[in-house]
């Protein structure tokens, strides 16, 4: 069975960091391309960033240089670890992971930009 488990959310004061952990279970880590996504309320489903199993990454331009998406493969885990924190940055962030036939996502963690 496959499951994808965020952890990290949470509440940040504006120019502060989090960093959000995903681990996958049900031997599809090494298979896939690990993402993650963001939707904030009244908005739809936008990604974040991409990692691939070779390590190559892709990021949103709102997130570039603020934003690194990483991967842990002893470990089944994917990360993003985001700096310089902005209010528009709110959202419930999903992990996706992506073996090309099919993709899996997580239940997501609620990050919250505020003063």
């Known amino acids: 069975q496959v499951q994808l488990v965020e952890s990290g959310g949470g509440l940040v004061q504006p120019g502060g960091s989090l960093r959000l952990s995903c681990a996958a279970s049900?031997?599809?880590?090494?298979?896939?391309?690990m993402g993650w996504y963001r939707q904030a309320p009244g908005n739809q489903r936008e990604l974040v960033a991409t990692?691939?199993?070779?390590?190559?990454?892709n990021y949103a331009d709102s997130v570039k240089g603020r934003f690194t998406i990483s991967r842990d493969n002893t470990k089944n885990t994917a990360y993003l670890q985001m700096n310089s924190l902005k209010p528009e940055d709110t959202a419930v962030y999903y992990c996706?992971?992506?073996?090309?036939?099919?993709?899996?996502w997580g239940q997501g963690t609620q990050v919250t930009v505020s003063s």
């Open positions: 990692i691939t199993r070779g390590g190559s990454t």
């Open positions: 996706n992971a992506d073996t090309t036939r099919v993709g899996y």
């Open positions: 049900g031997n599809i880590f090494s298979r896939s391309t």
